[in-house]
């Protein structure tokens, strides 16, 4: 599975984006798939995930303003930022994976497929 990020760029705070990710390779109907973002000088954290249920998980920071979906059809998943504060600046990276148990829907490690990340400013 091959994942291609777009969709970042510059806003003003209090502004929305919405970031796409689309999968090439195998259908990932079956896959969980989570966006994470790491600012300069700090880790990669997960921002959002969507299991093949369409369940979704969000992290504390963006809930109520992050909202993750997917379209099997189109083999594509969102990410849609309201409300986007100047913390918010970061790369964002999809990534993609099956059998990851709930439990360790946060962690980038559970994850083998990555998607080369978007960047995001959102400027005060």
């Known amino acids: 599975v091959q994942l291609q990020a777009c969709g970042g760029g510059l806003v003003q705070a209090g502004g929305s984006l919405r970031l796409s990710c689309a999968a090439s390779?195998?259908?990932?109907?079956?896959?969980?798939l989570g966006w994470f973002r790491q600012a300069p000088g700090k880790d990669r954290e997960f921002v959002a995930a969507?299991?093949?249920?369409?369940?979704?998980h969000y992290a504390d920071s963006v809930k109520d303003r992050f909202t993750i979906s997917r379209d099997n059809a189109k083999n594509t998943v969102y990410l849609q930022m309201n409300n986007l504060k100047p913390e918010d600046t970061a790369v964002y990276y999809c990534a993609g994976d099956r059998g990851i148990i709930l439990s360790s829907i946060a962690l980038p490690e559970q994850y083998d497929y990555w998607g080369q990340g978007t960047l995001v400013t959102v400027s005060s």
């Open positions: 390779g195998r259908s990932f109907n079956s896959y969980t």
């Open positions: 969507i299991r093949y249920s369409h369940t979704t």
